[in-house]
């Protein structure tokens, strides 16, 4: 069977990682890129396509995808006269695999449909390493018609691949998942820079906290850079996960709520974030705590 075109847009860390997979598997690419041009060049030297506009991107892809970092990149390139909307195909399928407002993707799966296209939202889960080796965790919602003609391509990029319902659903599970893990990353990060100020040593708090039911992978990540000096374990940018946080907290407001629990974890990576350390891992949020607590 001749596999589908696929056009991709946003070729950073992760998004190179899945173009590369793809390239591996067989498809036709066409891509496009940002500043940092390496990821469009490992592509273009396997054998891809370069455009010049999303727009072409479109015109030239049964499905489009996107991994970008944020809703207003997202829009900037679905919209506009060069933008993908402008060339969809009739019948084509865009996926965005980045983490997005549900309501942006609510409004740009309106404009896509009113294209006589499909529009899917599949954010992802795991690191870059998975996706280049196609086992990603892939949360992707939207018409269940349009799900049916990509899950086999999803299926070459992920090992866990979910259809979650209506379109919009896979972000709003997103970022309650990622405010969950940086309420907690951000927990733990405190509570071993508290440790250092009592005179605890970190590796018997651990020890206590992790005999019960406390223990908890995203605790084992803070304890890799607070204990072990290994921050890749959590290989997240303080920058972007206050982005995350800041979503999840922007979508809980436009239903009528004040999120309660996300409230000290956006103040922490904001303030981190101010203090300069927008681009270390979150991991690191150890040493930031530290620093507001005079050690």
Not at 141 to 163: I, M, P, R, T
Not at 169 to 183: E, M, V
Not at 214 to 221: H, Y
Request: with cysteine; hydrophobic share 45%.
């Amino acid at each position: 069977m001749t596999k589908p075109a696929i056009g991709f847009i946003g070729l950073g860390l992760m998004g190179s990682a899945m173009v590369q997979n793809l390239l591996d598997k067989g498809y036709g690419l066409t891509v496009l890129g940002n500043r940092d041009r390496t990821g469009v060049e490992a592509a273009l030297a396997r054998g891809a396509t370069e455009a010049s506009s999303a727009r072409d991107v479109a015109q030239a892809s049964d499905i489009v995808m996107l991994c970008m970092g944020t809703s207003e990149h997202v829009e900037g390139r679905m919209r506009g006269p060069d933008g993908v909307i402008a060339g969809l195909r009739e019948d084509a399928v865009v996926i965005d695999f980045g983490t997005s407002l549900p309501g942006s993707t609510k409004a740009l799966g309106a404009e896509v449909a009113a294209a006589g296209a499909a529009y899917l939202d599949a954010p992802l889960g795991r690191t870059p390493t998975h996706g280049r080796t196609g086992e990603l965790n892939i949360m992707c919602s939207g018409d269940k018609s349009a799900y049916d003609k990509v899950e086999s391509v999803l299926k070459d990029q992920g090992e866990n691949v979910f259809h979650l319902g209506a379109l919009g659903n896979g972000h709003t599970i997103k970022l309650i998942n990622n405010f969950f893990a940086q309420a907690v990353a951000n927990s733990m990060a405190e509570a071993f820079a508290i440790a250092d100020k009592t005179g605890i040593e970190r590796q018997a708090l651990y020890d206590v906290m992790s005999a019960g039911p406390l223990r908890s992978g995203m605790m084992d990540f803070i304890k890799g850079y607070a204990i072990d000096g290994d921050a890749s374990q959590l290989a997240f940018s303080i920058r972007n996960a206050a982005k995350d946080v800041g979503y999840y907290r922007q979508m809980t407001a436009d239903m009528g709520l004040a999120s309660v629990m996300s409230s000290g974890a956006f103040t922490a990576l904001s303030d981190a974030i101010e203090a300069g350390r927008g681009d270390e891992l979150v991991p690191l949020m150890v040493d930031a705590f530290s620093d507001r607590f005079g050690q």
